[in-house]
């Protein structure tokens, strides 16, 4: 059938059910992922395959590292997409299994909205930073579903620490499936969120590529600063003299 992302329109006319149950399939594999003391360090909708549109497993685990591994790898950048990617990533390329939760959150996003992320401006520099400096997050419309909003955001929370685990996430997205009251309240939203046009920035391409940390980019931009201050500096000095 393809990835998620390229099924993600015929996923959101789907009952809210047969949602819940692919996401459980998707945080069902992370778990299992995390259980090896892996952190897959790519997760995004576009290496997510599906079975059915309501069963998919987790592919492309070439960038996968070992969690000892990962704590001690330093590296000037990172490899990936960058609405997907959490900010303690992209800020200084620290990589935990709170990072591929990070990702996971993003897909939920995606499922509930049925279209792929967007923050209306391009995958560059500017969002990196508002993401890492100004907490910027997917637009979401209004409170509800309550239940799965809160989940979601939990997900992308900016502290690693905050982020419900893979078997969190398994365990609440089971109960949802049997829970009348939640049910209901996602079948009530789709009327808001169908309703409701989130507009898109037309240009960006979604694929994993090489991204300098954030950290690094300030760096340089502070240093290119220094070095036009100087020289401006030295103009005046050799104008007056």
Sequence with gaps: MGSLRSNLHSVAHQDWKSKLTLLHCISS????????ELIHRDLHSGNILLNSLHSAYIADLGL???????????????????????LETLDRGQYTTASDIYSFGII??????????SYNQEFGIRLQIEICSNDLRPTVIGNNPQSYLSLMKKCWEKKPENRPSAIEICETLNEWQNDGNVLLELVKSEEIINSTYLQAYPNNIYKSKFIEHTTTI?????????LLNKFYLILIISYNI
Excluded at 66 to 82: C, D, P
Excluded at 108 to 117: A, D, R
């Design 108 to 117: 939920m996003w995606e499922i509930l909205y049925g279209k792929s992320v």
């Design 29 to 36: 594999d992370l778990k299992i992922i995390h259980s090896q």
């Design 64 to 86: 996968s590292i070992s969690t000892s591994i990962a704590l001690k790898t330093k590296r000037h950048g990172i490899y990936g997409i960058i609405p997907y990617i959490a």
């Design 218 to 226: 300030l760096h340089q931009g502070s240093f290119i600063i220094f």
